[in-house]
């Protein structure tokens, strides 16, 4: 059913191909590509697909990994760490706020690819609070401003470049060998070279056209907030270290009570300003937000609900969904980790409903459908 599910969106060219990923206890990993990465050259398992926002835990990860060091706290203020970021009314908003996308500073333009890291923190800093916005309490996505801040807290803290931190602190660590927030300029010749680098298509209109995400100058741009890069396979090896509360095997990544605060629902029945929907956080984590109990399924149960875990995902499944593209969580219920990667940008609408027809799909050929 899952392969029908993909090949139909193929077929309606939604998308040339796609990815699926997932682990369970006691199976293991299923890996499996469907398609094109893009024209002429098969997707693999192996392919490099560009993840989007679905990336963006990795660094909720690294955060975390400075709280359990002692080297910030949830709720110090992130002008502790970056001063220039007080200016304009944020002096008092804090990681915590920033995390569960409830700062107050989600217009901020950023010029990519052309404007670098420094850059874009930067302009992070010199934005103002939005008007009537009370941190904490007021919730909006902030689609990149709060992570190029948190991206730049890490640095504060670590004193080494995100990028290297994030793959050399958590991704090789889990065995995401694959995994990079920003190509290496040699990484990603290499990857185009050998026909493992996914092509990023906008498939909303009749004919596909690139975006030029998958070109040197904005693949190797280091991105906390939409420039994570690697095989599906990699996604859902990160969601199996959630539900093994922070580690696989020996690995271990960050202290499990930690991963319980990043994961448990900070944010509650709050309605987001930017997707217009009700919507629950975790602290980076986007808790599951269709849930199905009878207390709070007039508010989330709705099918509509923007980048939830599908039908059939237990009500404590964590995890993020990336622009059009994308979705990695864990599903604790269930024991398991996915990740459901399209090359295809097919505009919102058509990109809801083939997630949501993949994940009822796989859940099905799992044997968990009757669970929603």
Known sequence: MTADAVNRGIAA??????QVS???????????????????????????????????????????????????????????????????????????????????FRSVAFDYPAMGWDDAVA????????????????????????????????????????GATLREAVAQPLGMTDTWVGLPSAEHARLLAGGRLAAVENTAGSTPRPTGMDEAAWATGVRPGGNTWGPARDLARFYRAVLGGGAINEARVVPAPIVAQLTERVRRDTTDRTFRAAMDWGRGFMVNNRRHDAANAATHGDAGTPYNFGPHAGDDAIG???????????????????AVVFNGMCGEPKHQQRMAGVLDALYRDLGFAAAG
């Open 320 to 338: 993020h969904g990336g622009n059009q593209s994308s979705v990695g969580f864990a599903d604790p219920t269930h024991g398991l980790a996915v």
């Open 13 to 18: 060219g939604l998308h040339r191909g796609a």
């Open 123 to 162: 302009a992070v800093c010199r934005a103002r609070l939005e008007t009537g916005w009370v941190p904490g309490e007021t919730a909006g996505y902030h689609p990149h401003s709060g992570w190029n801040i948190l991206g730049r807290v890490v640095e504060v803290c670590t004193g080494e470049p995100l």
């Open 22 to 104: 997932v682990w369970s206890e006691p199976a293991g990993p299923l890996d499996v590509a469907y398609g094109a990465a893009r024209e002429g050259v098969p997707m693999t398992p192996d392919t490099s697909v560009l993840w989007l926002s679905s990336g963006k835990p990795l660094l909720a990860v690294a955060v975390a990994q400075q709280v359990a060091a002692g080297r910030l706290a949830f709720d110090d203020a992130v002008s502790d760490f970056v001063p220039e970021f007080a200016a304009n009314g944020k002096e008092e908003v804090t990681v915590e706020q920033v995390l569960t996308h409830t700062g107050g």
